[in-house]
């Protein structure tokens, strides 16, 4: 069964703080695909990153970085230095090749970066 | 291209009327996705579509809920008799099929019934 647990329900850091906001997930499928998406106050989802099952190696995207580890069942994500304008809802999730593009979301991370 | 456009932004209504929100994808996308937000239930997905033919709706709540896809360009979910617990902020996503690629999301709408 397709399934993303995100544990943590809310993290609440300080400016410049590092945060790592956990994500792991359940297929059965051996080609997935993995996402981040982030919500801000306005409401919006917008798309952070995509990874592929075949390719483990971690991303760097200025302050954002993904750490992909399969064993673990892991597509982790940290913003280095936080900043108040990363206060939002992220959301991991999940399609499955065979699924046909179904976006399975996790129950969201709320991140609060107070100045 | 403009993004996905979802009308209305916002809509309010009385118990037992008729909702109909609408969704325009991304041009050239031939999926399309309805989700459900709540505090409660998070995300849900509710149905989506892969050239304009419905292909998983198990997530749709009820017979109350329905979806037409008539065209690549267009597409409705509608709620009749909507009831107070349907308030949510409906999101519709449309994504290019068969390459697993991101899901771009409209604006919302948030319907409240009161």
């Known amino acids: 069964a397709q399934k993303v647990t995100q544990a943590q329900t809310e993290i609440s850091v300080v400016e410049k703080e590092d945060v790592t906001l956990d994500c792991v997930y359940e297929t059965r499928d051996t080609t997935y695909y993995l996402f981040w998406y982030k919500q801000p106050p306005s409401g919006e989802l917008v798309f952070l990153i995509r990874?592929?099952?075949?390719?483990?190696q971690n991303e760097i995207s200025g302050r954002y970085s993904w750490n992909f580890q399969k064993s673990t069942s892991s597509f982790n994500f940290t913003i280095t230095a936080s900043q108040v304008v990363d206060s939002a809802v992220y959301f991991c999730a999940l399609s499955e090749a065979g699924n046909t593009d179904k976006l399975i979301f996790g129950t969201g991370t709320r991140l609060q970066v107070f100045p | 291209d403009a993004g996905v456009i979802q009308s209305p932004r916002h809509e309010v209504t009385e118990m037992g009327q008729e909702v109909t929100l609408r969704c325009k994808p991304i041009s050239g996308h031939n999926s399309l996705f309805w989700y459900r937000q709540t505090m409660m239930r998070g995300l849900e997905l509710l149905i989506y579509f892969n050239n304009n033919v419905p292909i998983d709706d198990s997530g749709m709540p009820e017979d109350r809920f329905s979806a037409k896809m008539p065209n690549a360009s267009f597409s409705t979910l509608k709620i009749q008799p909507s009831e107070p617990r349907d308030s949510a902020v409906y999101f519709c996503?449309?994504?290019?099929?068969?390459?697993?690629?991101?899901?771009?999301f409209g604006q919302g709408t948030r319907l409240t019934v009161v």
């Open positions: 990874r592929n099952s075949f390719d483990e």
């Open positions: 996503a449309s994504s290019l099929w068969g390459a697993n690629t991101e899901a771009f």
